[in-house]
Structures are given as C-alpha cells and as structure tokens.
Antibody
C-alpha cells in the first residue's frame, strides 16, 4: 500500500526555520520524482518544489527559491523540505507528493500544517 | 511561466447530471495535463494524467480530453461523492502550475 506521511509542521516565527519530512512506504521511492505542494488556508494548490528520482535535479517556485531546500534520502525512503527565512505567506498545509510517470502526481500525503506567526 | 485558468469557478449540479469543467493553458502543453479532486480537509486525489488516462481505481464516469491549450474534465452521471473542488495542473515544464479550481456543488 503506497503511503506518504509528513511530519515536522508547526508554528514558526518569521525569519526563522522549520524542517518538514515525508516518510514513504509501499513503493519504490527511488524511482519516483517527489514534490512538495502547499495550500494556504482557503486557497488553491501551489507547487513548491520538486526533486528528481536521484536528487540530482531540484526545482523551486520563485517565491521560495533561495529560502527552501528540497532533498531526499533514498536509503531511508524520506523526502525533506528545509524552510529558512520563513514568511507569513508561507503559512499553509504542505503536502508531499510523488510521480512515477513524468511529473504526473499519483500519490499524496495527508499534509502537515505550517503556521508562520510571531 | 504557464498560467492555468479554469471555468467555471463554481457550478451547481444534481446527482445524475453530466458536467464539464474547462481548463486552459497560456501556451501549448502537449498532453501534460492532470486533474485532481479535493474534498474539505482532505488531500487532493489524483484522477487523470496525460489529459485522458485515469489513475487506478478512478471511476469510469470521469473522463478527460483536449490537447495543446484547451482541456476538459467530464463527469458523466454525478454521484453524491463527486461534489468537491477540481483542479487542473500542467506538468509540461517547471514551474508546475495549477488552475484556480472549480467548485462543484
């Protein structure tokens, strides 16, 4: 059973850091392109970042480039998102997602809430 | 960046109706278009990829079509569990972008 479980959400202060993790199970994690997608309260879906199956290539949406780092550990089947210099507009539910064919997402985690507030 | 638009923004329908949701890309994206369903408080559910291919386990009443810049999601014979928000997404290139969503109520 394919499963993605996020952790690490919570409250972070503006300018500070938070780290998210996503534990994968039930599939060949190392064959999947992995993504972070977020959803601000009451808003639509926003792609945040992606990493290739081996972590060689990473891509970011403009608003987080230089502040967030996506990474993966294919030995531990885990995806990470290091979020630095947090802003109030980073407040959202962050979903971990995976794609086997191209970038077509076929797996989603349940999401973890990040709140940036002083 | 490729901008995605959806129409209508919201629509009302009844069980048994057939509905169509439209999605337009600001430039051609080949067939690299996906559809997702989301219910309140839940993660998105992947419905369709490559414009028209249903993910495993998705009911056959869902169908997708289109190419280039214009795409549609059709639900034939609405069921009570289909009332949700639907998002299209292009993955032809980075940045990946989503449409703003269509609320089906």
């Amino acid at each position: 059973q394919l499963q993605l479980v996020e952790s690490g959400g919570g409250v972070g202060q503006p300018g500070r850091s938070l780290g998210l993790s996503c534990a994968a199970s039930g599939f060949n994690f190392h064959s999947y392109t992995m993504h972070w997608v977020r959803q601000a309260p009451g808003k639509g879906l926003e792609w945040v970042a992606s990493t290739s199956y081996d972590g060689t290539y990473n891509y970011y949406t403009k608003s987080v480039r230089g502040r967030f780092i996506i990474s993966r550990d294919n030995f531990k089947d885990t995806l990470h998102l290091q979020m630095d210099s947090l802003r109030p507009e980073d407040t959202a539910v962050y979903y971990c997602a995976g794609s086997y064919v191209d970038n077509a997402v076929d797996a989603w985690g349940q999401g973890t809430l990040v709140t940036v507030s002083s | 960046d490729i901008q995605m638009t959806q129409s209508p923004a919201s629509m009302s329908a009844s069980v048994g109706d057939s509905v169509t949701i439209n999605c337009r890309a600001s430039r051609g994206i080949s067939n690299n278009l996906a559809w997702f369903q989301q219910k309140p408080g839940k993660p998105p559910k992947s419905l369709i990829y490559s414009t028209s291919t249903l993910h495993n386990g998705v009911a056959s009443r869902f169908s997708g079509s289109g190419s280039g810049t214009d795409f549609t999601l059709t639900i034939s014979g609405l069921q009570p569990e289909d009332f949700a928000i639907y998002y299209c997404q292009q993955y032809d290139g980075y940045p990946i972008t989503f449409g703003p969503g269509t609320r089906l109520e």
